[in-house]
């Protein structure tokens, strides 16, 4: 094992034998090989996805990896280091039993049984495998360890298939994005929640060093480059884990659709022959003029939802023109105003991210700071001068166990490149 991975390929790339190749009743068909997708942070752009609206994500070098053989028949052996189990399906019969066989599995292991069916509904051929799964994306933090862990099975499918579809942008069975959509698909039919389509689309169009903005109605988007020499992007976790199905994601949803057609409703009523009007779709064609002529009359939590959806999607847009213009201080001001919406209007903050926010406000050198990812726990985006780490780090210690007694993590993280795989021998 001459190349050198991520610590995540590596250690399951050396459980391998140790877990599987022991039984000496196993013939397989294929080489040792790995596959891999990184978690993400979102710069700004939260919970905007599933309102049609733009999101600004970094993929991150962190990841959910697979190392294993291409078995000779449609079995799926898997072993979790996170959990230290191994599971097991067939893909036999997919994607007709998958309700069935979904019930006999844990959350882990529902999300690669919920891939593997939506891959076989498209058609493409795939084969059975043995592999070690491994990870180093913090489960439930906000940096998309659900969606690691399903565009890494894509692509270990792929890649253990040998042949049986090709993930890429040019002559390609799937492009990205097909991917992107494919792994949001199982997700909602494998956890329940019905997310938007961020979190997989930042994995798959991971760039070392950039950003991309994603426009969520026409899927098109672009790059921009972050790398900022004097500034590190920290992410500092909780310790706090919420279940994002029952902790009101749906309901945010909801609530989202409903401010839609009553704002949609109420343009309508006063011009019934305004084509903007009838083109409302989703709070992405409700601009903050529109908004502020209407928000009266809905009620105060539809005010909120919508407030806060409409005001971040124009913090995204805003964020563009200051990375264009290489403005990292004003960006860090942004990241300020994305949690004070997500506290108080959005309401999906949590006493111990408003802890962590407060902290860094106070250490100077800290440039910004917010909530990531679906809400009630996880993990903060810090932008921090460089220099300042150490400072931040110190107070967090000092102050966090005090306030909230639990132990924060610290880690600092860099903007890298999307899935891939590799033979290993």
């Known amino acids: 094992m001459t190349t050198k991975f991520l610590p995540p390929v590596q250690e399951a790339l050396e459980k391998f034998p140790q877990v ?78 998958f309700d069935k066989q979904r019930e006999s599995l844990p959350g882990w292991a529902r999300y690669v049984l919920g891939v593997a069916a939506e891959l076989v509904r498209t058609g493409v051929k795939l084969k059975g495998f043995d592999a070690v799964v491994s990870g180093d994306v913090p489960l439930g933090g906000g940096m998309s360890s659900s969606a690691a862990l399903e565009v ?11 042949c049986g579809f090709t993930i890429g942008a040019e002559n390609a069975t799937f492009t990205p994005l097909k991917v992107a959509a494919l792994c949001q698909e199982a997700e909602h039919k494998a956890s329940g929640l019905h997310s938007g389509i961020l979190d997989q689309a930042a994995s798959v169009l991971g760039q070392p060093g950039k950003a991309v903005l994603l426009d969520c109605r026409s899927m098109e988007y672009h790059y921009f480059p972050f790398a900022f020499p004097d500034v590190s992007v920290v992410v500092i976790d909780t310790g ?37 009007a009838r083109d409302i779709k989703s709070l992405r064609d409700i601009m903050p003029e529109l908004y502020a002529r209407y928000k009266a009359q809905l009620p105060q939590v539809l005010q909120q939802r919508a407030g806060y959806i409409i005001a971040e999607n124009e913090r995204v847009l805003k964020t563009v023109e200051l990375l264009k213009a290489n403005d990292i201080e004003a960006i860090g001001q942004i990241l300020w105003q994305g949690h004070a919406g997500l506290c108080h209007e959005y309401e999906v903050s949590c006493v111990e ?73």
């Open 20 to 97: 599987f190749q022991n039984d000496g009743k196993t013939t397989y068909a294929g080489p040792l090989g790995a596959a891999w997708a990184p978690g993400r942070v979102n710069i700004i752009g939260e919970h905007t996805d599933y309102n049609d609206g733009y999101v600004l994500p970094l993929a991150v070098d962190r990841v959910s990896a697979f190392a294993g053989r291409t078995r000779a028949d449609n079995t799926i052996r898997l072993w979790s280091t996170h959990f230290t189990e191994y599971e097991q399906f067939t893909l036999e019969g997919l994607p007709e039993n």
């Open 152 to 162: 890494a099975t894509a692509e270990a499918f792929a890649y253990f298939s040998q």
């Open 240 to 276: 706090v884990r919420r279940e994002l199905a029952a902790s009101a994601y749906n309901e945010r949803r909801s609530q989202c659709e409903e401010a839609t057609a009553r704002i949609r409703e109420l343009f309508l009523k006063d011009e019934p022959e305004n084509k903007e």
């Open 353 to 425: 991210l408003d802890t962590l926010v407060d902290i860094a406000h106070k250490v100077p050198g800290v440039l910004g700071a917010r909530m990531l990812g679906g809400g009630f726990g996880g993990c903060t985006i810090n932008l921090v001068r460089t220099d300042a780490v150490d400072a931040l780090r110190e107070a967090v210690e000092q102050q966090y166990f005090e306030r909230t007694g639990l132990n924060a993590i610290i880690d600092i993280c860099r903007a890298a490149g999307g899935p891939g795989h590799a033979d290993v021998e």
